[in-house]
């Protein structure tokens, strides 16, 4: 079956701008995970939803950070007023429920604030 | 909390030749899995091998093998006849039960280097 889509591949923001990132994860999946990717960096958790509940949002570094996911289905990442240091891989996972389950990941989403 | 530490920025290994990685870590989790992703550089993250924190036996996926040290927190990952496909980021990330909201924690990766 399909993977984890992302969209889009590549963004490029003038600093200021919002922008809004998509992730489509394995139907049926329960859990979507966020994940940040600083360039040579391992990726770090942002924020984390079972079905349309976002039960862990420790990891959105600011306020400026912000996700949802309606339906339980398709998230969206927004980022309002970028910021340079918001330049990186934004990853995407999905996982049926429970802790033993891998995570799936999607191919990420470039973004690069100018 | 978690915390992950891969010592091995870099690493290089010939053709058809065995490689281990090295990872330990740290956990306030009873119970927890530890996963090895590969990311080649399309990005994406692709699982190599589980570990479930609670058995004892090593686990083992063709090629791939884990050496899991529970009290030493140690998670190493071996490669067997290393094929040039395996060159990549390699990510040792423990996973914390649901109390830590599942998350993965991730290392600072090993770039693996095959060379023919």
């Known amino acids: 079956g399909a993977g984890v889509s992302q969209s889009p591949r590549y963004k490029v923001a003038k600093r200021g701008q919002d922008v809004a990132l998509r992730c489509d994860p394995i139907?049926?999946?329960?859990?979507l995970f966020w994940y940040q990717q600083a360039l040579g960096q391992g990726p770090e958790f942002l924020t984390y939803?079972?079905?349309?509940?976002?039960?862990?949002k420790s990891g959105l570094p600011s306020d400026r950070f912000f996700a949802e996911r309606p339906e339980g289905s398709v998230s969206t990442l927004k980022i309002q007023r970028t910021q340079q240091e918001d330049s990186a891989v934004y990853l995407c996972?999905?996982?049926?429920?429970?802790?033993?389950?891998?995570?799936?990941f999607g191919p990420g989403t470039r973004l690069t604030v100018t | 909390a978690q915390t992950v530490t891969q010592s091995q920025p870099e690493m290089s290994v010939q053709e058809a030749e065995t490689v281990t990685l090295s990872c330990t870590y740290d956990?306030?989790?009873?119970?927890?899995?530890l996963f090895w992703y590969k990311q080649p550089p399309s990005r994406q993250m692709i699982l190599v091998i589980r570990?479930?924190?609670?058995?004892?036996q090593n686990a083992t996926e063709n090629r791939f093998s884990v050496n899991f040290q529970k009290a030493a927190k140690s998670f190493s990952l071996k490669i067997s006849d290393s094929q040039l496909g395996d060159a990549a980021m390699y990510f040792c990330?423990?996973?914390?039960?649901?109390?830590?909201?599942?998350?993965?924690?991730f290392g600072e990766g090993t770039q693996l280097t095959v060379n023919p």
């Open positions: 570990q479930e924190a609670y058995k004892q």
């Open positions: 996972a999905s996982s049926a429920p429970g802790t033993a389950y891998e995570q799936y």
């Open positions: 139907s049926g999946h329960v859990s």
């Open positions: 956990t306030s989790e009873s119970d927890y899995y």
């Open positions: 990330a423990p996973r914390g039960g649901e109390t830590s909201g599942s998350r993965l924690t």
């Open positions: 939803f079972q079905n349309e509940a976002q039960l862990d």
